[in-house]
């Protein structure tokens, strides 16, 4: 299939359909993107109902997003105008598949001050990872490992995390959200 882009130039609110075709994780993105939209909603329908949508619903719901999910009809809207941060600060990392293809309002981004950074783990190979990962196990298993400070909280505190992450109050510790 060939891939189709759009370029998006700003000149006033942004409006409009696409289809995004992919696998059943392709709606993940998708709502990540949402959450960029200083106004309005987004509506995406063909929605899987599977947990990795829910999580990412209820996480949209933490941040401050309206959200209103059907999932027997296959629809979400996401209305990211009341986001409790009036510019998202820190950072909120959204994992997919080495082969997932994320589609992004590049306007959105643009036109609200906001960026997306990606970034490649590793070029070692599948082999040499495995090595790695089977070195890793040995030395947790033997007690060598200690992990960093972690400071867990539950869903409902992601807030908290994000006011944490913003102050500065996190220095060596990581905030773990536990779902």
Do not use: C, W
């Amino acid at each position: 299939m060939t891939e189709v882009r759009y370029r998006v130039r700003p000149a006033g609110p942004l409006n409009g359909t696409a289809v995004v075709q992919g696998a059943k994780n392709a709606a993940l993105p998708m709502i990540g993107a949402a959450l960029l939209a200083r106004r309005g909603q987004t509506v995406l329908r063909n929605v899987p109902a599977i947990t990795d949508v829910q999580r990412a619903v209820d996480l949209a719901r933490l941040l401050g997003a309206h959200v209103e999910y059907h999932p027997n009809d296959r629809l979400l809207v996401i209305d990211a105008t009341d986001i409790t941060s009036s510019r998202l600060r820190g950072r909120i990392v959204l994992l997919a598949g080495a082969r997932s293809r994320p589609v992004l309002p590049a306007g959105a981004l643009y036109m609200n001050d906001r960026s997306v950074i990606g970034f490649v783990i590793s070029h070692a190979s599948t082999a040499e990872l495995a090595e790695a990962a089977a070195a890793v196990n040995r030395m947790l298993a033997a007690g060598r490992l200690a992990p960093r400070a972690v400071v867990p909280l539950p869903p409902s505190q992601v807030a908290e995390a994000h006011r944490m992450i913003e102050q500065g109050e996190l220095r060596g510790r990581r905030a773990v959200i536990t779902v």
